[in-house]
């Protein structure tokens, strides 16, 4: 992989964030490698993370509100900086969170209001555990919340029904955040539930018909769900080599672009025929990379699940 040509155009200096990730995933590097360590070191400062954190109010907020509008306000910029790998060391970023957990609290352990659904605590959850909040009270209400909020078949559900659906991961996915030394039983068993919900699956089939969106891959996720958002999480909580991953990897492959990267399919709200719920307010999508175009996020994630799989 280190004489690949993708790997090289990920290595770029023009986005920090892509380039330090592929230093850590792709070629093994220490976080404590002194090339790591300058890279990380310039993520605020160039590229994605910047434009994000330019934009940000001086309240500490981005576009006046924590959820609403979507795509733009204040959780769904701070989810993307959780997954370009900043922490609370930006100021922006603690500003940000300070207020989350000071004026955002639901009742009953989860995040995100009184209104809050599995799908908002999930990602705050893995959003804090990223940001370097493993250890606040809220965080670990909040982890017990996911755990009582799985269904009988081992999914989770944002709407009140008695099943799961593919359509909501992130507890899954804030599971995974958390390290492992970190995990009590019910969360180990809560996990191991999840992804054989997700197997059970073969991470696509749900419904009588084939639901497209599923099949495009799209970046910022924010609560949605795509066949590389399943390959990503399954992966990386060690499914790679189960059986019914088999049709989501040969997937990923033949999506790969005629020089071996991938594209982002589209811009999310990406919402088709057969889809569960409906916007009520407009929307404006939060854009990071062109749609149809190669796409160094994409690519990095693709390379990252088939290196695991490899692996």
């Not at 991961?169 to 995990?183: G, S």
Request: charge should be neutral; glycine fraction near 6%.
């Amino acid at each position: 992989m280190k004489s690949d040509r993708r790997i090289e155009w990920l290595l770029q200096d023009e986005q920090p964030a892509v380039r330090y990730l592929t230093l850590i995933d792709l070629l093994d590097r220490s976080p404590s490698d002194s090339e790591a360590l300058e890279t990380h070191a310039k993520i605020p400062d160039r590229g994605w993370a910047n434009s994000i954190l330019q934009h940000q109010d001086p309240k500490g907020t981005w576009s006046s509100g924590f959820y609403q509008p979507k795509y733009l306000a204040t959780n769904w910029q701070l989810l993307v900086l959780s997954d370009l790998g900043l922490t609370v060391e930006t100021p922006g970023v603690k500003k940000a969170c300070d207020l989350y957990f000071s004026e955002v609290s639901g009742p009953k352990g989860c995040l995100g209001g009184s209104g809050s659904e599995t799908c908002i605590t999930g990602n705050l959850v893995r959003m804090m555990i990223r940001f370097c909040y493993p250890d606040d009270s809220k965080i670990s209400s909040a982890l017990t919340w996911l755990v009582n909020a799985q269904k009988e078949d081992g999914g989770w559900q944002c709407f009140p029904r008695k099943y799961g659906t593919l359509d909501c991961w992130e507890a899954l996915a804030a599971f995974n955040t958390l390290p492992r030394d970190r995990w009590t039983r019910s969360i180990k068993r809560s996990t191991e539930r999840g992804a054989e919900f997700y197997l059970e699956h073969e991470l696509h089939r749900e419904g009588r018909e084939r639901y497209e969106p599923w099949f495009r891959f799209h970046y910022p996720s924010h609560y949605y769900y795509d066949l590389l958002v399943g390959l990503d999480v399954l992966t990386s909580l060690g499914y790679s080599d189960d059986r019914r991953m088999r049709k989501a990897i040969q997937i990923l492959k033949e999506k790969q672009l005629p020089d071996g990267t991938w594209a982002v399919d589209a811009a999310h709200p990406d919402l088709a025929p057969g889809a569960d719920y409906s916007l009520r307010k407009p929307t404006k999508p939060l854009i990071l990379e062109e749609p149809g175009k190669a796409s160094k996020w994409i690519t990095f994630l693709a390379l990252r699940v088939l290196k695991r799989i490899e692996s």
